[in-house]
């Protein structure tokens, strides 16, 4: 590839459901910001009528339109003025990192929305059924008509858009920005000493009852360690009942959802991930950027690829209270170890900054682009 193709600017539109909440849509955001530093005009189509992160595009915002009495002629008509929309800007690519959980929804866009275009499918769950539907092998056949495919992790690459058949496979992981160490305020009162975790408040995928199981049987919370659950979600108050009837219930604090959290994870002993599963967990990322050690179970997609055990965090096998709670506190009481995580922590993702993803990015545009 010549110097002069790879300077080649292109009008890019992102898809998303929002702007908000989720590590998925902040990696959205993200990108926004990364292809425009490249010098690349970028648009972004939201869903859900939600904008909280910063991003750096212009935004087709059809979450407007929608109303408490949704149905299908309304869908219809957001569909209708999508496509419009996309065909009167004359996009070279689109960049779809929605959920695809249903299949004729999927045919629909691949048949009409994104009709003879460019577009690239972005994978952000290692659950099948949330990006494949339950028809896996007839979704393979849409997505091979992607330009591209790209996985946030290498397990999702591997072991479902590879072992599905879709050749057309990349892996480029979310990215994290180095400005997050200038946003170090507080906007809350914490404890001086405190273990966090963070994410939707949804128990089946973030499995927050397992971390205030394994909390409690630690022990830790009686020298002084409280730990930090924020966010917002279906199950909060269910998992508040359940922290009332530990012992250690006094030493669990429930923080909202904060679009801005990075003062409340720089001042964490360590952050925590228990999900079920993820793609790529960007709670871990941005933790370790802010220097902030990390306890995670080693699920199937992520965490693997982030950290390696006793260098950057504790990476702990199996689904076992017993071991992750052992593991909560050795990183609270062996200082010479939580010493040697802490100053490995930002050194070990410097591969998923922004100026490293954005140049992946960048590569396989000027790669599929024709």
């Known amino acids: 590839m010549t110097q002069t193709a790879h300077k080649k600017k292109f009008k890019i539109c992102l898809v998303s459901i929002s702007l908000a909440k989720g590590g998925a849509e902040r990696s959205v955001a993200m990108l926004s910001q990364m292809l425009s530093s490249l ?14 992160f910063k991003h750096s595009a212009t935004v087709f915002n059809l979450g407007v339109l929608k109303s408490n009495k949704d149905h299908f002629l309304a869908r219809l008509f ?5 496509r419009k929309y996309l065909t009167s800007q004359s996009f070279d690519v689109v960049i779809d990192h929605r ?43 849409i997505y091979a008509e992607a330009i591209a495919t790209v996985s946030v992790s290498n397990y ?49 995928i973030k499995d927050f009852s397992f971390l205030i ?44 959802y904060i679009k801005e959290p990075f003062g ?8 925590t991930l ?28 992520g965490p693997r690829e982030i950290i390696k055990h006793e260098h950057n965090g504790l990476l702990i096998k199996e689904r076992s209270l017993e071991n992750f709670a052992e593991a909560l506190a050795v990183i609270c009481k062996d200082e010479v170890l939580y010493l040697k995580l802490k100053a490995q922590a930002q050194g070990s993702v410097t591969q998923f900054s922004m100026q490293e993803i954005s140049e992946k990015w960048n590569k396989l545009l000027h790669h599929v682009i024709r």
Not at 39 to 52: A, F, S, T
Not at 102 to 127: A, C, G, Q, T
Not at 171 to 192: C, D, F, G, M, R
């Open 99 to 141: 959920p695809k959980n249903d299949y004729f929804r999927e045919l629909f866009y691949s048949k009409y929305v994104y009709r003879n275009m460019p577009f690239i499918y972005v994978v952000h769950s290692s659950n099948k059924e949330e990006y494949f539907t339950k028809e896996v092998s007839k979704m393979a056949t």
């Open 156 to 204: 999702i690459d591997k072991h479902i858009v590879f072992a599905n058949g879709i050749s057309k496979g990349v892996t480029i992981h979310n990215a994290y920005n180095p400005a997050w160490q200038e946003k170090q305020s507080l906007e809350v009162q914490l404890p001086a000493n405190y273990i966090l975790s963070y994410g939707r408040i949804h128990d089946a």
């Open 39 to 52: 010098g690349h005009q970028v648009h972004i189509v939201v869903l859900n009528n939600e904008i909280d």
């Open 274 to 301: 228990t999900s079920v599963y993820e793609g790529f967990p960007m709670v871990l990322v941005e933790s370790l950027s802010l220097g902030v050690p990390v306890v995670s179970l080693d699920i199937v997609s």
């Open 213 to 256: 199981k394994s909390f409690n049987a630690s022990q830790i919370w009686k020298d002084g360690v409280s730990l930090v659950i924020m966010g917002d979600g279906p199950d909060k108050e269910m998992l508040q009942n359940l922290a009332n009837a530990q012992g250690c219930k006094k030493h669990i604090i429930f923080l909202p």
């Open 264 to 271: 409340v994870i720089k001042n964490a002993r360590c952050v």
């Open 78 to 82: 957001r569909f209708k003025k999508l």
